[in-house]
């Protein structure tokens, strides 16, 4: 049987090692991801975090029973891209109208997107605006301790103050990187009222028609909060009670919780930033323990981002034929993406997503008539292994596997192999046509061509746009 650790292993970005996970209380282990701004809709590369994190929800829950873990996701609502869109879209609107509209939209369109991905609810979705007094109280406390300052209506936390006062942890120990290698690699405001240029914004002051709320810190009117607080807070809100207590905690080590995620690019200044708001409101030496990041989904050797231009959202792949001329599935786009290492960048094309159709149609012809069996001790291992998934996309694939085994597998990483459906036989064809080729079997890859042509099914040969390889995709006649 397992150990009380349940022998996973993880990555720790505030290490840089596999650590041994140990739940601070296995009764309840915590996990906080930071999530969506919802301001538009969420492109494939967003979806990478939320499918990592989703099939590590699904192993601790395997681990520690279903009840026994608390998974937050944050919803962030208040932004000034939020603001931007808003008023650009619905300029007739009163302002904060216009937010609710955007807001509410996008985030309607991302929970449908993540959940055709197979992504399980998260515990918690707290929103920003939910949690403003729980920021703060948190940036009160933190001016209280001279960590952070009002200046000209606006509270900043002053990094270079942190390092004066607090031993542990020290601004930077995340990044791996001294104060002034930060501010030479941030892209920081130098705005007139900051003491220091690393300083970054709690609070600021909202104008007429921004959205607002009373400010802390003696400030008269109204503001609004900074992005890093926002997660500090509703980390402290879903997580740390009712074993904590928040800034109403007499034991600091209770207000600790055990992972937080995101992707690469949050480690700084976002991550952080986190951590310093955190450690110093509660006098703890950690905000969480184990630290991960998902490395990025690029296109062509680079990230895919709405500022470079290179994105494709996860609602355009589902349901038009933008990408390859053709709608994918979502069982497809998930694993197109689990089958590269969460840390690794991931690249993005049509023939990667092809191999993972025609791996689940195996799959699925394999698992047919079965129902699952137990989850295997040796998928245990992999996944535990730091989420090992090309070990266990070879368990996966091994032939002498059990179809009842197999479809446990899969279900443990959110893979449904049940339905059996036309596009999922057809892509079995497609990949064996194409390995016939490769071979230059030509009269064979010819003859499944025209057997598939015969039952209404028309292959098209094309490239894939990002790698010039050869990619085969179909239409059904009518
Ligand atoms: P954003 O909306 O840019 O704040 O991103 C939301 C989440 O998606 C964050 O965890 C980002 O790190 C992550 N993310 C954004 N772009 C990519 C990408 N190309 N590949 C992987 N993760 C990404
Ligand atoms: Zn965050």
Known sequence: MVEANKGLRLYNTLTRTKEDFAPINPANVRMYVCGPTVYDFAHIGNARPVIVFDVLFRLLRHLYGDEHVTYVRNITDVDDKINARAARDFPDLPLNEAIRKV?????????????????????????????????????????????????????????????????????????????????????????????????????????????????????????????????????????????????????????????????????????????????????????????????????????????????????????????????????????????????????????????????LAKWRRKAAGTTPGAVDGTFLSALGDDLDMAEYLRLMNSGDLQPSTLLAAASLIGLDLSELETDVDVAGFVARRLALIAEKNWAEADRIRDELLAQGIQLKDGKDPATGERVTTWEVMR
């Open 103 to 359: 807001t509410e939209a996008t985030n309607t369109q991302f929970q449908a997107d993540v959940k055709a991905l197979g992504c399980l609810d998260p515990s918690f979705q707290p929103r920003a605006t939910e949690h403003i007094d729980g920021m703060k109280a948190m940036i009160e406390r933190l001016v209280d301790l001279d960590v952070a300052y009002v200046a000209e209506g606006h509270v900043l936390f002053s990094p270079k103050r942190m390092n004066a006062r607090v031993k542990s942890p020290r601004y930077g120990a995340l990044a791996k990187r001294s104060l002034d290698e930060m501010l030479a690699g941030a892209r920081v405001d130098v705005a007139s009222y900051k003491e220091d240029e690393m300083d970054f914004v709690l609070w600021k002051p909202s104008k007429e028609g921004e959205p607002g709320w009373p400010s802390p810190a003696g400030i008269d009117g109204l503001g609004r909060p900074g992005w890093h607080i926002e997660c500090s807070a509703m980390s402290m809100a879903k997580l740390l009670e009712p074993f904590g207590g928040g800034l109403k905690c007499d034991d600091p080590q209770k207000n600790v919780f055990d992972i937080h995620g995101g992707g690469i690019d949050l480690v700084f200044p976002h991550h952080e930033n986190e951590i310093a708001q955190s450690c110093c409101a509660f006098g703890t030496e950690r905000m969480a323990n184990i630290w991960m990041h998902n490395g990025f989904l690029q296109v062509e050797g680079r990230k895919m981002s709405k500022s470079e231009g290179n994105f494709v959202t996860i609602n355009e792949l589902l349901n038009t034929e933008t990408f390859g001329g053709r709608k994918w599935p979502g069982e497809v786009l998930r694993l197109a993406m689990l089958m590269t290492h969460y840390r690794e960048p991931i690249d993005f094309s049509v023939r990667k997503l092809a191999e993972a159709e025609s791996l």
